[in-house]
């Protein structure tokens, strides 16, 4: 049974592109949340999908966008990038109605 | 807000000795709280729960108890390996749905020589 996976692994990109993360939830999970984690930091709360629809929001610019597919997939993206934006991006999956999170192993995202 | 405050680190531990990681919170109602552990160049894995005060949670020789009265759920094992080496993070989650984001602290890395 595969857990959550995350693509691509690694990714440098250059300040003002865009990006795009991909998440698969744990299989049987239909809710998928979104990271931020700077170095040396926790992870801070993006933003949270379930049935297509964004549910929940963390402090983060509307530069932040994301989707979730019929499948329960989700992608991350983020337009304008700056410096700061360089970070581990985690996605996790839960069932809803149910704990805990399940992360993946994230993607590191560096902008020179 | 919500909240979660750890013990700052790096620790440093020689292997077999008693680790303790602080960890307190703020937060209104009874927040469900975990303990998740990062190795290096991997994700969070879940360690341990508690969703209840005076809950105890336990995994692979960790420990921890949730204190309402003192809004603690302090990380304990009684002797740590090499292979404990990683970074170890407080949470908590206002609900037991889903829908609620965890809010993690800040992380305490702990190093074990042999």
């Known amino acids: 049974d595969a857990g959550v996976t995350q693509s691509p692994t690694h990714l440098i990109k250059t300040r003002g592109q865009q990006v795009t993360l991909r998440c698969s939830p744990k299989?049987?999970?239909?809710?998928v949340s979104w990271y931020q984690q700077a170095l040396g930091q926790g992870p801070q709360f993006i933003f949270q999908?379930?049935?297509?629809?964004?549910?929940q929001r963390g402090n983060f610019p509307d530069r932040f966008s994301g989707h979730q597919f019929p499948n329960y997939s989700s992608e991350l993206n983020v337009n304008a990038l700056l410096l700061g934006d360089s970070a581990l991006y985690l996605c996790?999956?839960?069932?809803?109605?149910?704990?805990?999170?399940?992360f993946g192993d994230g993607t590191r995202l560096s902008i020179l | 807000g919500d909240s979660v405050t750890q013990m700052e680190g790096p620790v440093t531990l020689s292997e077999e000795a008693f680790l303790t990681i602080n960890c307190t919170y703020t937060?209104?109602?009874?927040?469900?709280l975990f303990w998740y552990v990062q190795y290096p160049g991997e994700g969070l894995q879940l360690l341990l729960k508690?969703?209840?005060?005076?809950d105890k949670g336990s995994n692979k020789g960790f420990e921890a108890t949730y204190r309402k009265e003192t809004t603690s759920f302090h990380l304990e094992k009684g002797s740590v390996q090499v292979s404990d080496s990683a970074v170890y993070f407080c949470?908590?989650?206002?609900?037991?749905?889903?829908?609620?984001?965890?809010?993690f602290g800040p992380g305490t890395s702990l190093s074990v020589i042999p």
């Open positions: 996790a999956s839960s069932p809803e109605g149910r704990s805990p999170q399940h």
């Open positions: 299989s049987g999970h239909d809710t």
């Open positions: 999908y379930y049935e297509e629809e964004e549910r």
């Open positions: 937060a209104t109602g009874y927040p469900s």
């Open positions: 508690a969703t209840k005060a005076d």
């Open positions: 949470a908590l989650k206002r609900g037991e749905t889903s829908y609620d984001k965890v809010i």
